[in-house]
């Protein structure tokens, strides 16, 4: 991002500026697409999280767990919606739910 905004601003090679901010956007998708896993890694916590023999520690890290995943799934539709997949998604919805 600081070398594209650079390039912006000195107003020099402008394909070289373009090819920047493509590859900017690829590694920003590829990224997003990444934490798919991590949505998958936060449910699996949550069902290892709920045979913990202590209640509390069971019940805190569960919910944790849960909520972790519900931003990540919140965070994939969003994602999904930005990429075209989903069309005619509401994004500030949906980038509210995941704020909350």
Do not use: C, M
């Given at each position: 991002m600081l070398l594209g905004y650079t390039l912006h601003k000195s107003r020099v090679a402008t394909d070289l500026h373009r090819t920047i901010s493509d590859l900017e956007a690829h590694m920003s998708l590829t990224r997003k697409l990444l934490r798919l896993g991590n949505s998958v890694e936060a449910l699996q916590a949550?069902?290892?999280a709920?045979?913990?023999s202590d209640s509390v520690l069971r019940l805190c890290l569960t919910i944790g767990?849960?909520?972790r995943a519900m931003y990540f799934a919140c965070d994939n539709v969003l994602w999904a919606g930005k990429t075209g997949i989903i069309s005619?998604?509401?994004?500030?919805?949906?980038?509210?739910r995941s704020f909350r």
């Open positions: 949550a069902k290892r709920i045979h913990l767990h849960l909520n005619k998604l509401d994004q500030q919805k949906w980038s509210q």
